[in-house]
């Protein structure tokens, strides 16, 4: 470079000009102010009781759903008592309704919704308000998406202001066995969870539209011959894993309906005159044939069926019409657009007015982002974190060079002599030595492993999990140390409705195990296929060992390892805490092909390093 000043000052000019630089000023820099002042700041205060009470045109005290509306757009919370009072007050009136809602046109029918309030917003501007038509949903509220506590506090506010205009219907999700199983438990404390399941026993399981349309979250039954059969049920239960509840809430069109005779990619046909098969995907309840609903609309005396329960690319499907009536015999709604973030679907609502049908389409709105299990920054970190710090103190230990390890053992007794006077140690006090820092490098080791599981983990924390046996990924990682939130991994993998249906189909299923919840935040969910769950599970199956590598009791019956290992449960394994984890981590007994050998004998004779130590990202264990 040139000395010359006028060379330079050409130089800062040229900078200048490229580069927009502010002027400095003698205003000191809030840094409590918010970085994006046009994001409104979260409601972070609890509703007084003006604000959450209205009076109503009858001198009654209702909660406001005006203030409710806005306060979860905002992210707000209730107090106990308020959700409380929703609760029971809704679930007085669901339970006075009967079993068969009978709603009358015009009328707005919404299908899944799944915990996305703020695509409920958009619901109910498509839809129109509650003077030009009335509303039925159809179910599943919540489970799967991160509010479906807020949807459901604002839609059962909603029914106590127009009981007569809002009618809501049971889906599969609203019961006990799904919502501990996937993410709505953990919205909700105690007391609110269990009022919330009571109000879902409460709800109404069918509706008739107009005489003619039969509502059903999910459809027909072998044990429904007519509509009297859904009135004289008891539906305040649990739903089980047959029978007539059951098979309301989870049945499905059977695959290739209408030409389920003709040999499709789904099979070579069923037989004629078949109305119902066992349902695969659900692992419960059936299939339901064209021919079967055919039956039950004519006995029934109704044009259609109008369901929920699947989530559709377009937000709906008409399958093939009837042979009298011309209607398209059943009807599936989809209202949960984007579902889960990755499906990329369109939302859809069936607007039935004057004797005609509409579908309304719309796209999903950006929502508040909520990291996986609800989980808060700080613990989100702990293991990248960990991870560095696993790393620094492997560097530290590491003192000695790739070359150093890989000497001769002939070169190693040549020196045993001039270390040990020069340490001025006893053979016994140097293998002490050399066992105490072994089992040092060991634990770090091992340590760095579990952190490393623990972190892949948070990245992967998605309802949706890519099987990397089956399927390649589509681009580069971002890289390995990216903090990326469920972006480097399952996205990658998903590039169209049908990709992501084809992943999502293991959570379309009955639940066949009850995990019991962790207490530490980075385990997911038991819904959450996760790979730290497969690699414990692939271990346990890939030989006689338990997931962390102890040998598994001997048909003998070995005392010692029976008192060590105990058989793994069918799903998933029980007690799996962090204290387990870091247990079952440091009870390991790999083999390290004799390098923390070697690096301990190093350390532990004193000998210095004379080459150059490798860079920390090689310090990796597993």
């Not at 004797?355 to 920054?377: A, E, V």
């Not at 580069?476 to 189909?505: E, K, M, T």
Request: aromatic letters at 10%.
């Amino acid at each position: 470079m040139s000395d010359d000043p006028t060379y330079l000052q050409s130089a800062l000019s040229q900078i200048k000009d490229k580069v927009a630089v502010p002027p400095r000023s003698d205003v000191p820099f809030d840094v409590t102010a918010r970085q994006v002042p046009s994001v409104p700041p979260p409601a972070a205060f609890l509703p007084t009781e003006e604000q959450f009470y209205k009076i109503d045109g009858h001198g009654r005290r209702k909660p406001s759903h005006e203030f409710l509306k806005e306060h979860f757009l905002r992210e707000g919370r209730l107090t106990e008592d308020q959700a409380l009072t929703i609760l029971r007050q809704a679930t007085d009136m669901l339970s006075a309704e009967p079993n068969i809602l009978r709603v009358r046109s015009p009328v707005t029918v919404v299908g899944d919704i799944h915990g996305q309030y703020y695509d409920l917003m958009k619901i109910f501007e498509v839809g129109g308000s509650f003077a030009d038509t009335n509303y039925l949903f159809l179910g599943d509220y919540v489970d799967r998406g991160s509010f479906g506590i807020e949807c459901l506090l604002y839609l059962y506010t909603l029914k106590l202001w127009w009981p007569d205009r809002l009618f809501l219907m049971r889906g599969n999700h609203e019961c006990r066995h799904l919502t501990e199983y996937f993410t709505f438990k953990r919205e909700c404390i105690e007391r609110v969870y269990d009022a919330c399941i009571e109000s879902f026993c409460a709800l109404p399981v069918a509706g008739l539209l107009d005489d003619k349309f039969f509502c059903v979250h999910g459809g027909i039954s072998p044990d429904l011959i007519t509509l009297n059969d859904i009135s004289q049920m008891n539906r305040f239960q649990e739903p089980g894993s047959f029978g007539l509840l059951c098979d309301l809430l989870w049945s499905d069109p059977i695959p290739n309906f209408g030409h389920e005779t003709e040999p499709s990619a789904h099979g070579p046909g069923i037989q004629p005159g078949r109305m119902f098969e066992h349902n695969g995907t659900r692992g419960c309840s059936y299939f339901y044939t064209y021919e079967a609903v055919i039956k039950f609309l004519e006995k029934n005396d109704l044009l259609g069926v109008i369901r929920g329960h699947e989530a559709q690319d377009a937000g709906y499907v008409m399958f093939r019409k009837t042979p009298t009536k011309k209607f398209p015999s059943v009807i599936t709604v989809f209202s949960a657009p984007n579902y889960l973030d990755v499906y990329h679907n369109r939302g859809a609502v069936l607007k039935y007015a004057n004797k005609n049908i509409t579908i309304r389409q719309y796209h999903s709105r950006t929502h508040p982002y909520w990291l996986p299990n609800f989980m808060d920054g700080f613990s989100w970190s702990l293991p990248f974190v960990g991870a560095k710090i696993i790393e620094m103190l492997l560097a530290i230990l590491s003192i000695c060079s790739e070359e150093e390890l890989e000497d001769s053992s002939s070169s190693e007794d040549e020196t045993d002599e001039r270390n040990l006077s020069e340490v001025a140690l006893s053979p016994s006090e140097v293998a002490a030595r050399r066992q105490q820092i072994k089992n040092k490098i060991m634990v770090v080791g091992k340590m760095q492993r579990l952190f490393q599981l623990l972190r892949e983990e948070a990245e992967n924390a998605t309802e949706l999990s890519a099987d990397s046996e089956n399927v390649q990924p589509r681009g580069p990682r971002v890289g390995p140390d990216a903090l990326g939130v469920q972006g480097n991994q399952i996205r990658r993998y998903i590039h169209s409705f049908d990709d992501a249906r084809r992943f999502d189909i293991a959570n379309e299923r009955l639940p066949e195990y009850d995990d019991p919840p962790t207490s530490y935040p980075m385990v997911p969910a038991p819904s959450m296929r996760q790979p730290l769950h497969a690699h414990m599970q692939r271990t346990w199956n890939s030989g006689n060992s338990t997931p962390t590598g102890e040998n598994e009791p001997s048909a003998e019956g070995d005392e010692d390892n029976s008192e060590r290992a105990s058989p793994a449960p069918p799903g998933g394994w029980p007690g799996f805490g962090m204290e387990e984890l870091i247990r079952r981590t440091l009870e390991e007994d790999d083999a390290d092909g004799g390098v923390v050998e070697r690096l301990a004998e190093r350390i532990a004779r004193g000998r210095k390093a004379t080459g150059r130590p490798r860079a920390l990202k090689r310090h990796e264990t597993a």
